[in-house]
């Protein structure tokens, strides 16, 4: 994969400000964005806070346009800690637009899906910001990107998003108000950890125990209007907001070779359920593609999965 020479950080160089989606840009600070890409989770800086679409009418104005597309949109209130299952934080009291209103009186996380499909500027964004993490890392090579979205969080103050692991490679930016960011590189995650979640179709989060990763691995990003951080696939993380309301912006995408990755895990739920011990991913890289090629079939998975075990062994 063609990779540019390593950037020298630019952080004592002012971003311009942004007042179109298309001027907006993100740095990375660190001068081998490249080599880091989806391994370790890096501090990044923005201009996308002074972008009118993040003001206050004009995400009322959005939020309103969930009222159509309730499926776009996410409200919950505050976990009680940071090890709370996902799913067991009460959730979907208010539609988003009414839950914006009431921030101040109560702990509320309004999450709103795919702007991009509601309003041209969303769009214009998430394209300019593929734009500079492409050029940030050298370009993708032959990976092909085959799903990018984002999404905007807005926030009470005082609120936890507890622990879990998204299967995408995130780029969060911080809009207003401070949060601080809890993140484990993906490595802090072992495979059987990981693979009970690949062998769901849809894209869903993942839970992990807070108690079970590496204190020592643990990065915490604090962040304010114009800081933000790379996020990569499967890093368990979890989120608080401090004495402030906060808005904050993420993009997320999905590469054909991150996806292969998770067939290939899911395969390997199978050959572990099987009482065998499946190579790690990346070990032998043909035997990878002739799992992952195998979760891609029509035919039933389990006697799939048993015809391909037999064809690998030796090799996982
Ligand atoms: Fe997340």
């Known amino acids: 994969m063609a990779h540019s020479a390593p950037v020298i950080p630019q952080s004592n160089i002012p971003l311009s400000v942004a007042s179109l989606p298309t001027d907006a840009a993100i740095r990375f600070e660190t001068p081998s964005f490249a080599e880091i890409f989806n391994v370790e989770p890096v501090a990044t800086s923005h201009n996308l806070s002074t972008l009118n679409i993040f003001s206050q009418d004009a995400l009322r104005a959005l939020a309103e346009k969930y009222q159509a597309n309730p499926q776009d949109a996410f409200v919950a209130s505050s976990a009680p800690s940071a090890n709370a299952d996902f799913n067991s934080v009460p959730h979907g009291q208010h539609a988003p637009h009414v839950a914006m209103t009431l921030l ?7 999450l709103l899906k795919r702007p991009e499909k509601y309003d041209a500027d969303f769009r214009e964004l998430i394209h300019t910001i593929l734009q500079c993490i492409s050029d940030a890392r050298g370009g993708f090579g032959r990976e092909k990107v085959v799903r990018l979205e984002s999404s905007v969080f807005i926030t009470s103050a005082k609120s936890t998003t507890p622990i879990h692991f998204d299967p995408e490679i995130g780029f969060f930016c911080q809009i207003a108000g401070e949060k601080i960011y809890h993140v484990y590189p993906p490595a802090n995650v072992t495979e059987p950890e990981l693979e009970p979640f690949y062998i769901k179709s849809s894209v ?13 691995r643990e990065h915490v990003f604090h962040l304010s209007a114009g800081k933000g951080l790379h996020q990569p696939q499967n890093a368990p993380h979890w989120v608080e907001t401090c004495s402030s309301q906060s808005i904050s912006y993420s993009v997320v995408l999905e590469t054909d070779a991150t996806r292969s990755l998770g067939r290939t895990r899911a395969f390997n739920h199978y050959v572990r359920m099987a009482g065998l011990a499946p190579s790690t991913p990346g070990e032998h890289p043909a035997a990878d593609a002739l799992k992952a090629n195998a979760m891609n079939a029509i035919l039933p998975m389990r006697k799939l999965a048993g015809k391909v075990v037999r064809g690998v062994r030796g090799q996982h």
């Open 204 to 216: 869903e989060i993942g839970k992990v125990d807070v108690n079970r990763r590496d204190p020592a």
């Open 104 to 110: 101040d009186e109560q702990p509320y996380r309004v």
